[in-house]
Nanobody
Framework: QVRLVESGGGLVQPGGSLRLSCTAS????????VEWYFQTPGNERDLVAT???????NYQPSMKGRFTVSRDNTKNTVHLQIDNLKPEDTGVYFC??????????????????WGQGTQVTVSS
């Protein structure tokens, strides 16, 4: 089994920055695409950014410029840097990864896994 755990959220003033992390744990063989999503109460999760295995990044047009996604392969971690935070950035940020891990039988399993989310609150 594998898990994705987000961290780094919190309360920040407008104009501040946060770096969110998404870490895969377990018997991970490889991580392919990783996506970050944003959700507010009563709304669907919206895609924020994508990072492919080759390192290619894609951002929602409205997020471009303030959001930066990066990967630390040594730690099976993907980061989402958010700069110049605005009150409308308040919500829960989730990561999702297409990854391959080894099950208890030692066989590779390809799976899409979600984290539990991390809350970001932007307020003065």
């Amino acid at each position: 089994q594998v898990r994705l755990v987000e961290s780094g959220g919190g309360l920040v003033q407008p104009g501040g920055s946060l770096r969110l992390s998404c870490t895969a744990s377990g018997n991970v063989d490889s991580i392919n695409a990783v996506e970050w999503y944003f959700q507010t109460p009563g709304n669907e999760r919206d895609l924020v950014a994508t990072l492919t295995k080759s390192g290619r990044t894609n951002y929602q047009p409205s997020m471009k410029g303030r959001f930066t996604v990066s990967r630390d392969n040594t730690k099976n971690t993907v980061h989402l840097q958010i700069d110049n935070l605005k009150p409308e950035d308040t919500g829960v940020y989730f990561c999702a990864a297409d990854l391959t891990y080894y099950n208890l039988a030692g066989s590779p399993v390809a799976e899409r896994t979600w984290g539990q989310g991390t809350q970001v609150t932007v307020s003065s």
